[in-house]
């Protein structure tokens, strides 16, 4: 069974940065498509970036709301993903989950995501 483990999460203050990780255990990672998706209380959870990979690198895909702010990599070597978030805003506040996708893709939806972690709670305070 995959598992998913985040990291990282915390309170911050309106324009200050975070990073959130993510473990996965499998022996495959390097194929995964994977991703951050988040939930803010009483809203749907939606997608905020993801990296497939491939031979020739990977390929990164944002929502609009946090292009140039934050930024998804990877290390396969340590089954990892990370979130690196700047010039957070508390419109960010949410639980964040890190998603996995076994198949090659862009990894924006949500109902293409074959393993989710537990999540991990970002708040941002004004």
């Known amino acids: 069974q995959v598992q998913l483990v985040e990291s990282g999460g915390g309170l911050v203050q309106a324009g200050g940065s975070l990073r959130v990780s993510c473990v996965v255990s499998t022996r495959t990672f390097s194929t995964y498509t994977m991703g951050w998706f988040r939930q803010a209380p009483g809203k749907e959870r939606e997608f905020v970036a993801s990296?497939?990979?491939?031979?020739?690198?990977?390929?990164?895909y944002y929502a609009d709301s946090v292009k140039g702010r934050f930024t998804i990599s990877r290390d396969n070597a340590k089954n990892t993903v990370y979130l690196q978030m700047n010039g957070l805003k508390p419109e960010d506040t949410g639980v964040y989950y890190c998603?996995?996708?076994?198949?090659?893709?862009?990894?924006?939806?949500?109902?293409?995501?074959?393993?989710w972690g537990q999540g991990t709670q970002v708040t941002v305070s004004s």
């Open positions: 998603a996995a996708n076994r198949s090659p893709g862009t990894g924006t939806s949500a109902t293409s995501i074959d393993y």
């Open positions: 990296m497939n990979w491939n031979w020739n690198g990977g390929r990164t």
